[in-house]
């Protein structure tokens, strides 16, 4: 093997990587090939305790959840910083990942092990950091976030960000940054009063930094009082929702939707497994549509090379099984879009470890059939969403498969498409759909002609606003 390219990995692996090849001292591709040589060795285990594998299909893991809103919380160096350690968990009491970070004056008030502990990640504080430099680490702590909140800002602080200094790491993420930036001040009522402090809110404030305070009320100081108290964690973390999640406008505001994509892994054993073509472009093109139509959308989606979507809540997972189990965790929802091409069987008894071959031919396989969840959810009493949509991919006799499926499932809508290999349409960008719909006893087809996965997205979610308006 000449060379090694690292690539397809999600983000939170190539972090590992390159966090253990910093610590080492060696480029991420020389560590990869340190960990394929302790693999080879037996002693992958323990030699990759900070790297994840992302891939064991004979195995049942945790479902993957992401697309909860970032906060990057950088803590500045006041009394108030204690303040700050609970703002810490009322963020994360709403759902908000929170990633700190600590000026040196900071740190002679709490510590960068309190913040991390409360946080459950690491706590940064030096802009020369070897574990995170090396790979220019306070550009991606300003890129990588949904948010930054500056609390407590002192004067200080504030006007190293008026004038545009960056010589300390939290300065560096602040110009850096091309995010949002909520600034909650706290000083003495005199600086918070000073000509100098007026003209840098005011600078800030032009620049498009948001504030929330300063309050009233007594000082650390004895015998203080007046405007300049930081605002309490429970106000910050309520103006931070705010931002991170603004009131939803669009024809679906207020629907809850549930949506599955891609394919679905069934192991047979650790290194092969069954699967379909399918690529989750065109149910990952919903739940954006979905999503800017004000919906508030959870994706759940089998093993694909797809970017999760802004604004939408993704889980990952590999098996039927474990789709089923995730999608009854997500009910109730309003609309339910079954756009996954799940795997209709799986290995009965999954191999523990590789089947090899023998002089006795192939071994055998015992199929079993996998969880209907289209059929499941379609049929339920309780907690049935008010419009279930099924898709019907098939090869062959188009209208026909789609009808009976319809009519079987007992769902309301079916998309059919054909996947045939002439037609492009797995892996591809382009879609040609019917939509039927069930009234009574009669099937409607609407017919649709040639467009982008993205536009066949676009009218499905017009006609869902149409018929649940």
Same mark, same amino acid.
């Given at each position: 093997?000449? *060379? ?27 560590? @990869? ?7 080879? /060795? ?8 900070? @790297? ?8 049942? !893991? ?8 970032? @906060?990057?919380?950088? %803590?500045?160096?006041?009394? =108030? ?18 990633? +700190?970070?600590?000026? !040196? ?11 991390? =502990?409360?946080?459950? /990640?690491? +706590? ?27 609390a407590p800002a002192t004067a200080d602080l504030m006007a190293k960000m008026a004038q545009g200094q960056a010589d300390d790491l939290a300065t560096a993420i602040l110009l850096a940054t091309n995010r949002q930036v909520l600034v909650a001040p706290a000083m003495n ?28 009320g007594e000082m650390a100081e004895a015998n203080e009082a007046g405007v300049g108290r930081m605002s309490e964690p429970t106000e910050i973390a309520i103006a931070a929702d705010a931002m991170l999640r603004p009131p939803a406008t669009g024809p679906l505001a207020g ?10 892994? /069934? ?9 379909? !073509? ?12 979905? =999503?800017?139509?004000? #919906? ?9 090379d797809l970017d999760d979507p802004a604004g939408v809540r993704v889980i990952r997972v590999e098996s039927a099984r474990d789709m089923l189990a995730e999608v009854e965790r997500a009910l109730p929802a309003d609309i339910a879009i079954f756009a996954a091409a799940v795997?209709?069987? !799986? ?51 188009? %209208?026909?498969? #789609? ?7 007992? +769902? ?10 002439? *037609? ?25 002609? @040639? ?19």
């Amino acid at each position: 093997m000449a *060379s090694l390219t690292v690539r397809k990995l999600d983000e939170d692996l190539k972090a590992s990587l390159r966090l253990r090849a910093a610590k080492a001292g060696r480029s991420v591709e020389d560590e @990869v090939r340190m960990i394929l040589r302790e693999a080879t /060795e037996g002693t992958v285990a323990a030699a990759v305790s900070p @790297v994840r594998s992302t891939h064991q299909p004979h195995r049942s !893991r945790a479902p993957e959840v992401k697309g909860l809103p970032r @906060v990057t919380l950088i %803590i500045g160096g006041g009394i =108030a910083a204690y303040k700050a350690l609970d703002l810490i968990r009322r963020l994360k009491e709403r759902d908000i990942h929170v990633r +700190c970070v600590m000026t !040196r004056a900071a740190q002679q008030f709490v510590t960068p092990l309190t913040a991390g =502990a409360l946080a459950d /990640e690491r +706590c940064y504080t030096d802009l020369f950091d070897a574990q995170s430099e090396f790979d220019a680490g306070h550009i991606r702590l300003a890129r990588d976030t949904d948010l930054i909140i500056v609390a407590p800002a002192t004067a200080d602080l504030m006007a190293k960000m008026a004038q545009g200094q960056a010589d300390d790491l939290a300065t560096a993420i602040l110009l850096a940054t091309n995010r949002q930036v909520l600034v909650a001040p706290a000083m003495n009522p005199l600086m918070w009063a000073n000509a100098a402090t007026k003209r840098n809110v005011a600078q800030l404030a032009r620049d498009g930094v948001a504030f929330i305070g300063p309050n009233s009320g007594e000082m650390a100081e004895a015998n203080e009082a007046g405007v300049g108290r930081m605002s309490e964690p429970t106000e910050i973390a309520i103006a931070a929702d705010a931002m991170l999640r603004p009131p939803a406008t669009g024809p679906l505001a207020g629907k809850k939707i549930l949506i599955t994509a891609g394919p679905t892994h /069934e192991p047979i054993d650790p290194v092969r497994y069954i699967a379909n !073509r399918s690529s989750g472009k065109q149910g990952f093109a919903i739940a954006v549509s979905a =999503a800017e139509a004000g #919906a508030e959308v959870t994706l759940i989606s089998g093993p694909v090379d797809l970017d999760d979507p802004a604004g939408v809540r993704v889980i990952r997972v590999e098996s039927a099984r474990d789709m089923l189990a995730e999608v009854e965790r997500a009910l109730p929802a309003d609309i339910a879009i079954f756009a996954a091409a799940v795997a209709d069987w !799986r290995i009965a008894n999954a191999g523990a470890q590789k089947i090899k071959k023998t002089s006795a031919g192939m071994p055998p396989l015992q199929l079993v059939e996998n969880p209907d969840i289209l059929a499941t959810i379609s049929k339920l009493k309780q907690n049935r969403p008010s419009l279930v949509i099924g898709f019907a991919a098939e090869t062959q006799n188009l %209208i026909e498969n #789609a009808t009976s499926k319809l009519k079987r499932k007992g +769902c309301d809508w079916i998309v059919a498409n054909d996947v045939s290999p002439a *037609s492009g349409v797995m892996g591809g960008d382009r879609n040609t759909v019917h939509v039927l719909t069930l009234d009574k006893a009669n099937v409607a087809v609407d017919s649709w002609p @040639v467009m982008t996965k993205e536009e066949v997205a676009d009218a499905l979610v017009a006609k869902i606003a149409d018929t649940t308006a």
